[in-house]
T-cell receptor, first 113, second 114 residues
């Protein structure tokens, strides 16, 4: 089954404790990205990757890091989480960065205390 | 700059009634437009998209949307609402420049009453 998986689905952590949210896709997509969803703001892009070893900032990259060492994986790293990073995070992948459909993972709900 | 505005954060309809979710966009270039649906505790699923060609686009689950350039609108409709349509709906425009970035509206929660 074609899918985007994220882990963990739910996470409660404390300020300053480094964490990683994993994202993996099995569709051989070149394009991957991370969004955060906040009430009343819709989804905002954090980072994106056009291919392996190629990443770039989205609209709200502060406080986040990403890496793309393999085509299928695109982890999101929070080196020192803060309460304002409490949000619902979605990973997405697409064949490329064009108008082709992007597939979204199930989401990771992060709470930073 | 490109942007999307969804009119109405909450829409409530009766089962069997017409569903109309409004989306207006701003774009200086021909837009690629999308509607996504988010069911509770799930990721976003593509309902339909407009790229070029026919301005009336049909999607899954009986939804359709019409691209109206003169009105800069891309409203989503369904003739007869079903209880299973209750979800949050997002309109999005693909940012120009081939970055793959989707610019989303704020979302509209659709409630379907029996």
């Amino acid at each position: 089954e074609a899918q985007v998986t994220q882990n963990p689905r739910y996470l409660i952590t404390v300020t300053g404790k480094k964490l990683t949210v994993t994202c993996s896709q099995n569709m051989n997509h070149e394009y991957m990205s991370w969004y955060r969803q906040d009430p009343g703001l819709g989804l905002r892009q954090i980072y994106y990757s056009m291919n392996v070893e190629v990443t770039d900032k989205g609209d709200v990259p502060e406080g986040y890091k990403v890496s793309r060492k393999e085509k299928r994986n695109f982890p999101l790293i929070l080196e020192s989480p803060s309460p304002n990073q409490t949000s619902l995070y979605f990973c997405a992948s697409g064949r490329d960065g064009s108008y082709n459909e992007q597939f979204f993972g199930p989401g990771t709900r992060l709470t930073v205390l | 700059a490109q942007s999307v505005t969804q009119l109405g954060s909450h829409v409530s309809v009766s089962e069997g009634a017409l569903v109309l979710l409004r989306c207006n966009y701003s774009s200086s270039v021909p837009p690629y437009l999308f509607w996504y649906v988010q069911y509770p505790n799930q990721g976003l699923q593509l309902l339909l998209k407009y790229t070029t060609g026919a301005t009336l686009v049909k999607g899954i689950n009986g939804f359709e949307a019409e691209f109206k350039k003169s009105e800069t609108s891309f409203h989503l409709t369904k003739p007869s609402a079903h209880m299973s349509d209750a979800a949050e709906y997002f309109c999005a425009v693909l940012r120009s420049g081939n970055t793959g970035k989707l610019i989303f509206g704020q979302g509209t929660t659709l409630q379907v009453k029996p």
